[in-house]
């Protein structure tokens, strides 16, 4: 079956670097476009940002552009979000999430919480 | 970049019909599809609507989903409300340069 872990979140300072990485499962994860998608504590969903199956093309939100970077190892089955300069703002639960039919994010994770506090 | 506003909250009793909102701040609610996902406490969020008014295999028939281009908005309708229906529930769109936005989320709750 379909599984999506995710690892590495923690507490962090602002202004410091984390990656959380997912691990993928139960399907060919290099003919899939993957997503993070991240919720803070008691706020609503938030797209963050999404690779294509192949990894050629990245798109991120605006408010994350030139400090995170997604990133995907396909031997690896592995997806990654690489966040730097860390805001506090950006303190939540981070969710990869895997892009399947039409524009629909199918399958998602359980989430790691990144806590960014001084 | 455009938003995706949700009523905060919506209630109402078990066995009756509840449409929950969805607008488009700029940009046509016709030119990208309208995603509907459910969140329970605890869990991630899960499709009941996909593509304006699809539902995938397993979500029962109470539930639908709509579009109003008068009104620039998305409807989410669940009709002979269950108790287990009560959770969260985020509208989804996109635009042309790839850029996937949620709504604020609409809680409702089923008394």
């Known amino acids: 079956q379909v599984q999506l872990v995710e690892s590495g979140g923690g507490v962090v300072q602002p202004g410091r670097s984390l990656r959380v990485s997912c691990a993928a499962s139960?399907?060919?994860?290099?003919?899939?476009?993957m997503h993070w998608v991240r919720q803070a504590p008691g706020k609503g969903l938030e797209w963050v940002a999404l690779i294509w199956y192949d990894g050629s093309n990245k798109y991120y939100l605006d408010s994350v552009k030139g400090r995170f970077t997604i990133s995907r190892d396909n031997s690896k089955n592995t997806l990654y979000l690489q966040m730097n300069s860390l805001r506090a703002e950006d303190t939540a639960v981070y969710y990869c999430?895997?892009?399947?039919?039409?524009?629909?994010?199918?399958?998602w994770g359980q989430g790691t919480l990144v806590t960014v506090s001084s | 970049n455009f938003m995706l506003t949700q009523p905060h909250s919506v209630s109402e009793s078990p066995g009756k019909t509840v449409t929950i909102s969805c607008t488009r701040s700029?940009?046509?609610?016709?030119?990208?599809?309208v995603q509907w996902y459910q969140q329970r406490p605890g869990s991630a969020p899960t499709i009941v609507i996909y593509e304006n008014n699809q539902r995938p295999s397993g979500v029962p028939d109470r539930f639908s989903g709509s579009i109003d281009t008068s009104s620039n908005s998305a409807s989410l309708t669940i009709s002979g409300l269950k108790t287990e229906d009560e959770a969260d529930y985020y509208c989804h769109s996109y635009d042309t340069t790839n850029q996937w936005v949620f709504g604020g989320g609409t809680k409702l709750t089923v008394l």
């Open positions: 139960g399907f060919t994860f290099r003919n899939y476009g």
């Open positions: 999430a895997r892009r399947g039919y039409s524009y629909v994010l199918d399958y």
């Open positions: 700029s940009g046509s609610i016709a030119s990208n599809y």
